[in-house]
């Protein structure tokens, strides 16, 4: 597979993950065994490639698979609430667009749905968003992100 970037992949992601959203709800309404067994078997194959599509490439600084999200939610930093959206998310990190200038190396605290409060590091901001590390997660919210993670992958 040749060299995606970022952006490339995020899109290729998520076109598969609507081909497997429409191929779920087929498989919904199917009745005839033979048939339901084959988008099934469909279904699988577009999950492993959404899985190998996602992973980090050759070149790239991350190290873990990551989940594309559009998740509303907030972070603290300087004892302040921010207004935020998680565009991505990984057990080792997360790109986040922020209503708030976040300069690296702040020190911030980012609320995940499932995870709840998780302490991070901004490790670099550009003019598209915000990346920022986990510091110190807690195994409860490490396991309900890859739950998560999971849950996105195989449906």
Request: glycine share 6%; aromatic share 4%; net charge negative.
């Amino acid at each position: 597979m040749p060299n995606l970037n970022p952006d490339q992949t995020k899109t290729l992601s998520e076109d598969l993950s609507s081909i497997q959203g429409q191929a779920e709800r087929l498989l919904g309404d199917m009745s005839e065994d033979t048939v339901a067994s084959q988008v099934a078997d469909l279904l699988h194959e577009l999950a492993a490639l959404r899985l190998f599509i996602d992973l980090p490439q050759e070149g790239d600084r991350r190290r873990h698979l990551r989940e594309p999200r559009r998740d509303i939610s907030i972070l603290r930093i300087d004892g302040k609430e921010v207004d935020c959206a998680i565009k991505d998310l990984s057990i080792g990190g997360a790109f986040i667009i922020a209503d708030w200038p976040v300069k690296p190396d702040a020190e911030i605290e980012l609320n995940i749905p499932e995870a709840g409060n998780v302490a991070a590091r901004v490790v670099s901001s550009t003019e598209n968003g915000v990346h920022v590390q986990f510091d110190n997660i807690g195994d409860p919210q490490l396991i309900a992100i890859a739950n998560s993670m999971r849950a996105h992958y195989i449906k």
